[in-house]
């Protein structure tokens, strides 16, 4: 019965997800931070502790739960905890302390409904792990392809933020990036973040792992079409070719 109300838990964030993208594709929200920052949605906080604030629920909720649930621990199980971690790592403690971004601030309401949402994602994929997976979870070429899609999802992912930290040093302030993917699509980074949740859930294979992959989506890509525009709003000679995030398509 616990079972039960866990996986319906599953699917009522799910839709929590859906109508969350549906209402910032029908009403164009622009989520306050990063480029689209401002102060009309309250108190703000250095853009850096805000990251950092933000992420951490789902750095120590997912590992620390699953490695003190009862369940046996499997060599898959200490793998995606690594991968989760690995990921966790380089967002709450690296990334943000590499922003270019001085004097630059986001909404503490972003940073409170972020901590809400990764805090449940964290406990919803350690709850499964740490204490209902089945313990039989041995690996298949699912399993592989997703371990392989998740890296290569994270290589994308670091590889953009990079490039576009380094642009902000080069010249200062927001430029147009140019080359390597950003010849196809505006927000390589987002798609390589869909990516990695979208191969973790193919090798979690359980419905938590799915849920964060779908809620991944929903958050980015209207966060993506956002990027794209004010990127055609804000320099002229913005590539006309060039897609939010899926090269050709959208």
Excluded at 53 to 71: C, K, Q, Y
Excluded at 110 to 129: D, E, H, M, Q, T
Excluded at 147 to 152: G, M, N, P, Q
Excluded at 159 to 176: E, F
Aim: overall charge positive; aromatic content about 18%; proline content about 5%.
């Amino acid at each position: 019965m616990i079972d039960q109300y866990f996986i319906e838990l599953n699917f009522i964030w799910i839709g929590v997800a859906v109508v969350t993208f549906l209402a910032l594709i029908v009403f164009k929200i622009r989520a306050p931070y990063g480029r689209h920052a401002n102060d009309k949605w309250g108190k703000m906080i250095a853009n850096h502790w805000g990251w950092f604030w933000m992420e951490l629920p789902a750095f120590l909720l997912f590992p620390l739960i699953t490695i003190f649930g009862p369940r046996e621990k499997d060599l898959l199980t200490w793998i995606l905890v690594g991968m989760w971690s690995l990921h966790y790592l380089n967002r709450t403690i690296i990334f943000p302390f590499r922003l270019r971004t001085r004097g630059k601030k986001m909404p503490l309401t972003i940073v409170f409904s972020a901590l809400f949402f990764n805090g449940a994602n964290g406990f919803l994929n350690g709850y499964w792990l740490g204490f209902l997976a089945p313990k039989d979870n041995a690996f298949s070429i699912l399993t592989i392809l997703g371990i392989v899609l998740f890296f290569s999802g994270m290589y994308i992912n670091m590889g953009t933020d990079n490039r576009l930290i380094a642009l902000r040093k080069q010249q200062g302030g927001y430029q147009i990036p140019r080359g390597w993917l950003f010849r196809y699509i505006s927000c390589p980074n987002h798609f390589g973040e869909m990516a990695e949740w979208t191969g973790f859930a193919i090798a979690a294979c359980s419905v938590p792992a799915w849920t964060f992959a779908i809620w991944t989506m929903c958050n980015l890509i209207p966060r993506a079409i956002n990027h794209h525009d004010w990127y055609h709003e804000t320099f002229e000679d913005y590539p006309k070719n060039r897609k939010a995030f899926l090269p050709k398509i959208w």
